[in-house]
C-alpha cells in the first residue's frame, strides 16, 4: 500500500466517532499552523537580517514567553469564565494584529513589546482549545482527540517551516503577514462553523454545595503541579529548537532555507509516525514511555554538538528528538486529561500551558546566553543533562503515581476532588 494511502487509512481508524464540530476546531487549527511562520524563524530574522546578537535574539523570545506565561493564567480563568469561543476569537484576532506589525517594527526596545504582545496574544488560544476538545470528546477518545490535534499542529509546522524558509530568501515581511492571515482565516473558520462547548452552568442550590476551584486549587493540586513541572524542563529543551538551534546553524555557515529544511524534518516525522506510534504505545507502561521519551528528547539536542556544519548530522538529531516527542506528547496528555476537573478546565489547561509558556520565556534567554558565553558544547550538553533528569523525574511520578484503568485502549480518567 502506498505511503499516502497507508497514512489516509490511520487517520480514519484513529479519527472515527469523533463529533463533527471537533474536526471543525481541527481544520482551524491546521489552517493556522500552516501560517505558523514567525516563531520558527524570529531568532534568524533579529540575528541575520536585522544584525542583533544571540543575547539579544534570546531576550526577545524570552519576552514572547513572557507574553504567554501571562496569556496562560489569564486565558485559562477567561475560558472558564466567559467561555472558550469568545476566548479563542479574540486571541486569534490579536495575534493577526500583532503578527503583522512585528513585519514592520523597527528599533530593538519596540521589537520587543510587539514580540511580547503576539506572545500574549497567541498563547491565549491554548486553554480555549484544550477545554473545546474536553467538552466535545468522550472522556474514552480524549487521548486520541488530542492526538490527532497535536497531529494537525505538525502537519501545519512542517509545512510551513520547508515553505517559509524558501519563501524568507526574499524577505521576511511577506512571512509576518501570511502568517497573520492564517491565523485571520483560523478565527473565521471558528467563527462560522465551532459553536460555545462550555457546559451549563449548575443550578444556584447545586453550585453552592461544590466545592469553588480557583487557580489556587490547581496550583495546591500537588500530583498535577508534579507533572507541569517536569514538563516544564522538558519544555526547555524543545524551547531551542525554535531557538538556539537556528543561530548555531547560522553561525555554522547554514542558510535559512537549509535550517527551514533541517527543521521541517521535526513536524514531517510526527505526521507519519505519530498515529502509528500512538498506537503502539497503547497498554505500554506509561512511566517507560515518558523515561524513554524525555532520554531521547535530551539527548537528541544533546548530539547537536557533534553536528559542525553538517546538515545531515542536524537532521539526525532532530530525527532523534522528535521520536522522543512522540513518545511524550500524547502521554503527557493522558496525564493532563485525567487532572483537570470539568468545571475548571480551563484553568487546568492554563497551567498546564504555563509550562511551555515559562519554558519559552526562560528557555531562549537562557539558551542564547548560554551559547554567546560558554558555547554550543555547554549549551547541547545541559539538555542532554536535562532530559536524564526529567527521566529521574517521571521515575518517582510512576511510583507515587498508580496507572490508571485502561478502557478500549485509553486511559480512564479518575475523579479530581478541589481543594478546599
Not at 100 to 107: K, M, W
Not at 147 to 154: Q, S
Request: charged share 10%.
Amino acid at each position: 500500500m502506498p505511503l499516502l494511502a497507508r497514512l489516509a487509512a490511520e487517520a480514519r481508524r484513529a479519527g472515527g466517532g469523533l463529533p463533527r464540530q471537533f474536526w471543525w476546531l481541527w481544520t482551524s487549527t491546521l489552517v493556522n499552523r500552516l501560517g505558523g511562520f514567525v516563531v520558527t524563524f524570529l531568532a534568524m530574522y533579529l540575528t541575520h537580517e536585522r544584525g542583533y546578537s544571540a543575547a539579544y535574539a534570546g531576550l526577545v523570545a524570552s519576552l514572547f514567553g513572557l507574553g504567554s506565561a501571562v496569556a496562560a493564567i489569564g486565558a485559562g480563568v477567561l475560558t472558564d469564565r466567559l467561555g472558550r469561543r469568545p476566548t479563542l476569537l479574540a486571541a486569534q484576532l490579536s495575534t493577526a494584529l500583532f503578527t503583522a506589525l512585528l513585519g514592520y517594527t523597527d528599533g530593538p526596545v519596540a521589537i520587543a513589546a510587539v514580540a511580547f504582545l503576539v506572545g500574549l496574544a497567541s498563547n491565549a488560544s491554548r486553554p480555549a482549545v484544550s477545554a473545546m476538545i474536553a467538552d466535545l470528546v468522550p472522556a474514552a477518545d480524549r487521548v486520541r482527540a488530542y492526538a490527532l490535534n497535536y497531529w494537525a499542529i505538525n502537519i501545519g509546522f512542517g509545512a510551513s517551516a520547508a515553505v517559509a524558509g524558501l519563501i524568507a530568501v526574499h524577505g521576511y515581511l511577506a512571512l509576518f503577514l501570511l502568517d497573520a492571515l492564517t491565523t485571520l482565516l483560523c478565527a473565521v473558520v471558528v467563527f462560522v462553523k465551532v459553536p460555545e462547548t462550555q457546559p451549563e452552568a449548575a443550578p444556584a442550590a447545586v453550585a453552592e454545595q461544590e466545592p469553588r476551584v480557583g487557580l489556587g486549587t490547581v496550583f495546591r493540586d500537588g500530583p498535577f503541579m508534579a507533572v507541569v513541572a517536569v514538563n516544564l524542563l522538558l519544555a526547555l529543551v524543545v524551547q531551542q529548537g525554535s531557538t538556539t538551534l537556528p543561530v548555531d546553524m547560522g553561525a555554522h555557515g547554514l542558510s535559512a532555507a537549509r535550517f527551514g529544511l533541517v527543521i521541517s524534518l521535526n513536524g514531517v516525522l510526527i505526521v507519519l509516525l505519530q498515529l502509528p506510534l500512538t498506537r503502539l504505545m497503547e497498554h505500554r507502561d506509561r512511566t517507560a514511555l515518558l523515561v524513554a521519551g524525555a532520554l531521547l528528547t535530551g539527548w537528541g539536542f544533546g548530539l547537536t554538538a557533534l553536528a559542525g556544519s553538517s546538515a545531515a548530522l542536524y537532521a539526525l538529531t532532530v530525527a532523534v528528538w522528535t521520536v522522543g516527542e512522540i513518545v511524550t506528547a500524547p502521554t503527557m496528555m493522558a496525564l493532563v486529561a485525567e487532572h483537570s476537573p470539568a468545571r475548571a478546565r480551563g484553568r487546568y489547561q492554563g497551567v498546564y500551558s504555563l509550562s511551555w509558556s515559562l519554558a519559552s520565556f526562560v528557555g531562549p534567554l537562557g539558551g542564547g546566553l548560554l551559547l554567546q558565553y560558554a558555547g554550543s558544547w555547554a549549551l547541547w550538553g545541559g539538555c542532554a543533562a536535562a532530559g536524564t533528569l526529567a527521566a529521574l523525574a517521571f521515575v518517582a511520578i510512576g511510583r507515587r503515581q498508580p496507572r490508571p484503568p485502561v478502557v478500549d485502549g485509553a486511559p480512564v480518567a479518575a475523579p479530581v476532588e478541589a481543594a478546599a
